[in-house]
């Protein structure tokens, strides 16, 4: 069975990269690809694809923002976020939206096609790197100053919306 898998990533030489290392397997079918996270939200929608794999850091719609709209609209999506480091704060926030895996760019390609493996079978994906960050943060983590919520309206001011748009993301009033 094919598995489809859309790419997300502001470079094009990533997303030729991740193409070519996937085409060698008929197990992967890259259905589409995204230069923004806009375009991964809206390609999502028209593809479906099983798995994306979304680069943290684009423009107009950053990686961590768009998976939270990817997952609101398709809440069964798989999502792969790829980054440029192993960031707590970029961590912490894609664990909190349900990443299904966490790959760095300075990883081996080999290191990718064993996160799509164990996506596409069903299972989650952190390289052990990860993982020690992944048990350092839980650990330390103790009390929650802010909800998720609070996080998502916080990291949307950071960004720049305006309140209407901010509503807009996260599918509520402008008044509220």
Avoid at 24 to 31: E, F, H
Avoid at 57 to 79: C, N, Y
Avoid at 88 to 93: F, H, R, T
Wanted: overall charge negative.
């Amino acid at each position: 069975m094919t598995t489809t898998i859309l790419i997300a990533d502001d470079h094009d030489l990533m997303r030729s990269g991740i193409k070519n290392v996937l085409s060698s397997d008929p197990q992967w079918m890259v259905c589409a690809d995204a230069r923004n996270g806009k375009e991964a939200i809206d390609r999502c929608r028209e593809f479906k694809p099983d798995i994306i794999i979304l680069d943290s850091f684009m423009p107009v719609i950053d990686g961590i923002t768009a998976a939270r709209e990817i997952l609101r609209q398709h809440p069964a999506s798989k999502i792969i976020m790829l980054s440029v480091d192993y960031s707590d704060v970029l961590l912490q926030q894609a664990l909190d939206l349900g990443v299904s895996a966490f790959v760095c760019k300075i990883d081996s390609p080999s290191e990718l096609v064993r996160a799509l493996q164990a996506v596409a079978a069903g299972s989650s994906y952190f390289p052990p790197q990860v993982m020690e960050r992944v048990i350092a943060l839980k650990q330390a983590r103790t009390t929650r100053l802010l909800t998720s919520r609070e996080e998502d309206v916080l990291q949307l001011i950071a960004e720049g919306r305006t309140s209407g748009e901010a509503a807009g993301f996260l599918n509520i009033s402008p008044k509220t």
